[in-house]
């Protein structure tokens, strides 16, 4: 009885552990803000929440929020697609990782603002946010996923061989499972990485109707309450979209597993 109560303590006290740091950094945010004592360069907390209430209540809000998660997330899956196909083909034929290897490490030396203004000359303003976010994935899945194959059980792969597996069955039930986990890490971590990148390439494109644009017209007529207020946006629906992504990941892996138990 004392081993199944303890689960959900633990959960209650790291609720609890999340909700009084939030706290402590909000009071620190206010004891900052009543320091400076100027709302053009510090919005408190209060002034910040009550602005995005009143943003919401505009419909070109959501608009304007839904438009930004459109481009960004077309460039997050466009960078998983790439990476993940890019990774299976150069991890199984040697020349093509020799071939690739080089783009990919330009691509992860290279700073992304570089990126979007050469974007803003090859492609137009809606696709710049697109294709910034495309480039911060691909190259993290492209690892991943080759490291996942790389750590492939030699054993199951001797197994497979013996019971004269296809290329194709091979592929299915040795080294995609064994990949999974690398990609789900991989699919985690960049989704962060291509929401900022996005939202980089929304300030300098100025998409019509995007987080950026409004948080560069923030800054160009100084309301500093708007712009904290759209940078609260795009930190929660960053948070949001990264609490949906790990609960699709960890739900088929319950999936998964619950099949193989019922075999």
Do not use: H
């Not at 303590?9 to 740091?21: A, D, P």
């Not at 206010?30 to 919401?56: D, G, H, W, Y």
């Not at 490490?105 to 946010?129: H, N, Q």
């Amino acid at each position: 009885m004392k081993i199944s109560g303890t689960q959900p303590e633990n959960k209650i006290k790291k609720i609890l552990g999340k909700v009084i740091s939030i706290v402590i950094w909000l009071l620190l945010w206010q004891a900052a803000c009543m320091a400076v004592n100027k709302e053009i360069l510090l919005v408190s907390p209060v002034r910040t929440a009550v602005r995005l209430f009143e943003l919401a209540g505009e419909a070109e809000f959501f608009v304007t929020a839904a438009m930004s998660m459109l481009r960004i997330l077309s460039g997050y899956a466009l960078g998983v697609a790439a990476g993940a196909a890019l990774s299976m083909l150069s991890s199984f034929f040697r020349p093509l990782r020799s071939f690739f290897a080089p783009a990919i490490g330009v691509v992860k030396a290279t700073p992304v603002a570089s990126f979007i203004i050469l974007a803003l000359v090859w492609f137009k303003r809606d696709s710049v946010p697109v294709f910034a976010s495309f480039l911060m994935v691909l190259p993290i899945i492209w690892a991943n996923v080759s490291e996942g194959i790389r750590e492939t059980d030699k054993g199951l792969l001797e197994m497979s061989r013996v019971f004269r597996f296809s290329r194709a069955k091979r592929l299915a039930y040795v080294y995609i499972p064994s990949a999974m986990p690398y990609f789900s890490a991989g699919c985690t971590t960049s989704l962060g990485l291509a929401w900022k990148a996005g939202i980089a390439a929304e300030v300098l494109s100025l998409p019509v109707s995007s987080i950026g644009r409004e948080l560069y017209d923030s800054k160009i007529y100084i309301e500093t309450a708007d712009l904290f207020a759209w940078t609260l946006v795009v930190i929660l629906m960053s948070m949001l979209l990264e609490v949906v992504l790990k609960g699709m990941i960890s739900g088929k892996f319950r999936a998964k597993g619950g099949k193989r138990r019922c075999r």
